[in-house]
């Protein structure tokens, strides 16, 4: 692991960038020096040194809104940090999600992506328990053809008038096709590159 280099600056400071562990958004920007760094290792809780009041500041001690730390990288210069961390409520102290006033939610996105992760999961490392699983271990006609029946049943439900079964069948063929993506080698990535060839 790269050495941060706390004294390229005369104050002894780097920058420590705060982004949602979950979200990526980019919840703050602060300050530490190594006292700072240390703590926020030690502790788990994002630290900062405030130039203001001239002292340690974890996040969260007046408010309860702490920072958890995920991740921590340190950028090519060996003078930034990048923290990933799980916020415990709103993280500027005028209330906002972000200090940059910005929305700090998921995107739907970004659970497709979590569950592209699981369904690799279950095919790397197979559990008895898991239907994922025994999808993988039934081979890929059997996938496909729960992809074709899933298919199906959202037409059908598509020409009725009951949202909730159709969002429900709906979401049976997107679960079901990204497990026969991973059966075939492939991810959702691979899909977008073909559209945006097309585009």
């Not at 920007?29 to 994002?46: F, H, P, S, W």
């Not at 898991?130 to 959202?154: D, H, M, P, R």
Request: some cysteine; hydrophobic content about 40%; overall charge negative.
């Amino acid at each position: 692991m790269s050495t941060i280099d706390f004294n390229k600056n005369n104050d002894g400071l780097i920058p420590a960038i705060i982004q949602d562990a979950a979200t990526n958004v980019v919840l703050m920007l602060g300050y530490m020096n190594e006292e700072a760094y240390k703590k926020t290792l030690e502790e788990k809780k994002v630290t900062f040194y405030s130039r203001t009041k001239q002292r340690l500041w974890t996040k969260g001690e007046a408010s309860k809104n702490y920072l958890f730390v995920e991740h921590i990288s340190i950028d090519c210069d060996n003078d930034t940090l990048l923290i990933k961390a799980r916020p415990a409520g709103p993280t500027c102290h005028t209330g906002a999600d972000t200090c940059f006033n910005e929305i700090n939610a998921p995107k739907p996105t970004e659970f497709i992506n979590t569950l592209e992760q699981i369904i690799a999961d279950r095919k790397a490392n197979p559990d008895d328990k898991s239907y994922t699983a025994s999808l993988f271990k039934k081979g890929i006609n059997k996938v496909a053809q729960k992809v074709g029946e899933e298919a199906v049943e959202t037409v059908i439900e598509a020409m009725d008038n009951n949202d909730e079964l159709f969002l429900n069948e709906s979401a049976d063929l997107l679960f079901h096709y990204l497990v026969l993506l991973q059966a075939k080698g492939f991810t959702l990535k691979d899909i977008v590159r073909v559209l945006e060839t097309r585009h």
